[in-house]
Protein backbone atom coordinates (compact mmCIF):
# COMPACT_ATOMS: atom_id res chain seq x y z
CA UNK A 1 0.00 0.00 0.00
CA UNK A 2 1.51 3.45 -1.38
CA UNK A 3 1.88 5.90 1.34
CA UNK A 4 -0.60 8.28 0.50
CA UNK A 5 -3.05 5.53 0.39
CA UNK A 6 -2.03 4.13 4.00
CA UNK A 7 -2.38 7.58 5.10
CA UNK A 8 -5.84 8.17 3.98
CA UNK A 9 -6.95 4.21 5.39
CA UNK A 10 -5.64 5.32 8.58
CA UNK A 11 -7.60 8.66 8.89
CA UNK A 12 -10.79 7.86 7.61
CA UNK A 13 -11.72 4.76 7.82
CA UNK A 14 -12.15 3.03 11.05
CA UNK A 15 -11.13 -0.57 11.09
CA UNK A 16 -12.26 -2.92 13.96
CA UNK A 17 -10.10 -5.84 14.90
CA UNK A 18 -11.65 -9.20 15.89
CA UNK A 19 -9.65 -12.07 17.81
CA UNK A 20 -10.34 -15.47 18.93
CA UNK A 21 -8.94 -16.37 22.03
CA UNK A 22 -8.50 -19.99 22.86
CA UNK A 23 -8.53 -23.31 20.86
CA UNK A 24 -12.15 -23.37 18.63
CA UNK A 25 -12.06 -26.84 17.47
CA UNK A 26 -13.93 -27.80 14.31
CA UNK A 27 -14.07 -26.86 10.55
CA UNK A 28 -17.12 -24.54 8.57
CA UNK A 29 -18.73 -28.02 7.61
CA UNK A 30 -20.64 -30.74 9.12
CA UNK A 31 -18.42 -33.24 10.81
CA UNK A 32 -19.41 -36.61 11.25
CA UNK A 33 -17.29 -37.06 14.34
CA UNK A 34 -18.21 -36.01 17.97
CA UNK A 35 -15.80 -33.28 18.82
CA UNK A 36 -14.60 -32.98 22.79
CA UNK A 37 -14.05 -29.73 24.19
CA UNK A 38 -11.14 -29.61 26.42
CA UNK A 39 -11.25 -27.63 30.13
CA UNK A 40 -7.67 -26.07 28.58
CA UNK A 41 -9.76 -25.00 25.15
CA UNK A 42 -12.32 -22.49 27.25
CA UNK A 43 -11.26 -18.92 27.30
CA UNK A 44 -10.54 -17.75 30.78
CA UNK A 45 -11.85 -14.25 32.25
CA UNK A 46 -8.86 -12.66 33.38
CA UNK A 47 -6.76 -13.81 30.66
CA UNK A 48 -9.43 -12.51 28.14
CA UNK A 49 -9.16 -9.15 30.10
CA UNK A 50 -5.47 -9.28 29.96
CA UNK A 51 -5.37 -10.08 26.50
CA UNK A 52 -7.50 -6.55 25.42
CA UNK A 53 -6.33 -4.60 27.95
CA UNK A 54 -2.89 -5.40 26.04
CA UNK A 55 -4.14 -5.96 22.33
CA UNK A 56 -6.49 -3.06 22.27
CA UNK A 57 -9.16 -5.12 20.23
CA UNK A 58 -12.74 -3.84 19.70
CA UNK A 59 -14.24 -7.74 19.53
CA UNK A 60 -13.15 -10.91 21.14
CA UNK A 61 -14.53 -13.96 20.43
CA UNK A 62 -13.92 -16.52 23.21
CA UNK A 63 -14.44 -20.29 23.26
CA UNK A 64 -17.41 -21.40 25.58
CA UNK A 65 -18.56 -24.45 24.37
CA UNK A 66 -18.74 -23.78 20.92
CA UNK A 67 -16.91 -25.28 18.06
CA UNK A 68 -16.48 -24.30 14.27
CA UNK A 69 -19.61 -25.84 12.39
CA UNK A 70 -21.64 -28.47 13.22
CA UNK A 71 -20.47 -31.71 14.52
CA UNK A 72 -22.04 -35.16 15.70
CA UNK A 73 -22.73 -34.61 19.31
CA UNK A 74 -24.67 -30.99 20.07
CA UNK A 75 -22.66 -27.98 21.75
CA UNK A 76 -23.18 -27.14 25.37
CA UNK A 77 -22.10 -24.03 25.83
CA UNK A 78 -20.69 -22.47 29.47
CA UNK A 79 -23.19 -19.54 29.80
CA UNK A 80 -21.90 -18.51 32.95
CA UNK A 81 -18.54 -18.09 31.58
CA UNK A 82 -19.19 -15.84 29.22
CA UNK A 83 -21.14 -14.12 31.60
CA UNK A 84 -17.84 -13.99 33.45
CA UNK A 85 -16.09 -12.68 30.57
CA UNK A 86 -18.87 -10.09 29.82
CA UNK A 87 -18.54 -8.36 33.70
CA UNK A 88 -14.48 -8.46 33.07
CA UNK A 89 -14.68 -7.15 29.67
CA UNK A 90 -18.02 -4.97 29.64
CA UNK A 91 -17.19 -2.72 27.36
CA UNK A 92 -15.70 -4.79 24.43
CA UNK A 93 -18.26 -6.62 21.93
CA UNK A 94 -18.53 -10.24 22.63
CA UNK A 95 -18.73 -12.64 19.42
CA UNK A 96 -20.02 -16.38 19.48
CA UNK A 97 -17.87 -17.98 16.63
CA UNK A 98 -19.37 -21.46 15.34
CA UNK A 99 -23.34 -20.21 15.60
CA UNK A 100 -24.40 -23.29 13.34
CA UNK A 101 -25.89 -26.04 15.40
CA UNK A 102 -26.42 -24.50 18.44
CA UNK A 103 -29.99 -25.07 19.60
CA UNK A 104 -32.07 -22.17 20.02
CA UNK A 105 -32.11 -21.94 23.60
CA UNK A 106 -28.48 -21.60 24.46
CA UNK A 107 -28.17 -19.12 21.73
CA UNK A 108 -30.61 -16.95 24.12
CA UNK A 109 -29.03 -17.59 27.20
CA UNK A 110 -25.88 -16.67 25.03
CA UNK A 111 -27.41 -13.05 24.45
CA UNK A 112 -28.37 -12.51 27.56
CA UNK A 113 -25.19 -13.85 28.95
CA UNK A 114 -23.55 -11.19 27.07
CA UNK A 115 -22.89 -11.96 23.57
CA UNK A 116 -23.48 -9.95 21.00
CA UNK A 117 -22.38 -10.83 17.47
CA UNK A 118 -22.67 -14.39 15.88
CA UNK A 119 -21.28 -15.83 13.44
CA UNK A 120 -23.47 -18.59 11.43
CA UNK A 121 -21.42 -19.75 8.66
CA UNK A 122 -22.38 -23.68 8.53
CA UNK A 123 -26.22 -23.37 7.87
CA UNK A 124 -26.13 -21.07 5.68
CA UNK A 125 -24.00 -23.20 3.44
CA UNK A 126 -26.06 -26.00 3.96
CA UNK A 127 -29.89 -23.89 2.84
CA UNK A 128 -27.52 -22.98 0.03
CA UNK A 129 -25.86 -26.51 -1.09
CA UNK A 130 -29.19 -28.30 -0.33
CA UNK A 131 -31.39 -25.92 -2.13
CA UNK A 132 -29.66 -26.10 -5.29
CA UNK A 133 -28.73 -30.03 -5.15
CA UNK A 134 -32.79 -30.48 -5.12
CA UNK A 135 -33.03 -27.40 -7.63
CA UNK A 136 -30.67 -29.36 -10.39
CA UNK A 137 -32.95 -32.84 -9.34
CA UNK A 138 -36.26 -31.25 -10.10
CA UNK A 139 -34.93 -29.91 -13.28
CA UNK A 140 -32.29 -32.12 -14.66
CA UNK A 141 -32.46 -30.91 -18.21
CA UNK A 142 -32.66 -27.34 -17.12
CA UNK A 143 -29.04 -25.16 -18.00
CA UNK A 144 -29.88 -21.64 -17.18
CA UNK A 145 -29.12 -20.42 -13.90
CA UNK A 146 -31.27 -17.78 -13.51
CA UNK A 147 -34.49 -19.68 -14.08
CA UNK A 148 -33.51 -22.50 -10.64
CA UNK A 149 -31.40 -19.86 -8.89
CA UNK A 150 -34.55 -17.90 -6.99
CA UNK A 151 -35.22 -21.28 -4.91
CA UNK A 152 -31.81 -21.00 -3.54
CA UNK A 153 -31.13 -17.56 -2.89
CA UNK A 154 -35.04 -17.73 -0.98
CA UNK A 155 -33.48 -20.74 1.07
CA UNK A 156 -30.66 -18.59 2.45
CA UNK A 157 -32.64 -16.06 2.88
CA UNK A 158 -34.90 -17.66 4.83
CA UNK A 159 -32.27 -18.71 7.23
CA UNK A 160 -30.65 -15.22 7.63
CA UNK A 161 -34.60 -14.49 8.59
CA UNK A 162 -35.10 -17.31 11.06
CA UNK A 163 -31.62 -16.16 12.49
CA UNK A 164 -32.16 -12.47 12.85
CA UNK A 165 -35.53 -13.42 14.63
CA UNK A 166 -34.01 -15.61 16.86
CA UNK A 167 -30.93 -13.49 17.53
CA UNK A 168 -33.68 -10.24 18.64
CA UNK A 169 -31.79 -8.54 15.41
CA UNK A 170 -34.93 -7.43 13.03
CA UNK A 171 -35.16 -3.95 12.19
CA UNK A 172 -31.98 -3.40 13.98
CA UNK A 173 -29.33 -3.28 12.08
ZN1 LIG B 1 -13.62 -18.49 14.48
Known amino acids: MSGILYGFVRRYICISVEAELGFLRGESKIQKEKIEIKPEDLTKPDEAAYFVEKTRVDRLAPVVGNIHGISANEPELDIDRIRQIHEALPKTILVLHGGSGIPDGQIKEA ?4 ISNIHVNTEIRIAYTSALRQALRDRPEETTPYKFFPGVIAAVENKVKE ?3 LFGSA ?3
Do not use: E, Q, S
Open 111 to 114: IKAG
Open 163 to 165: KLL
Open 171 to 173: NRL
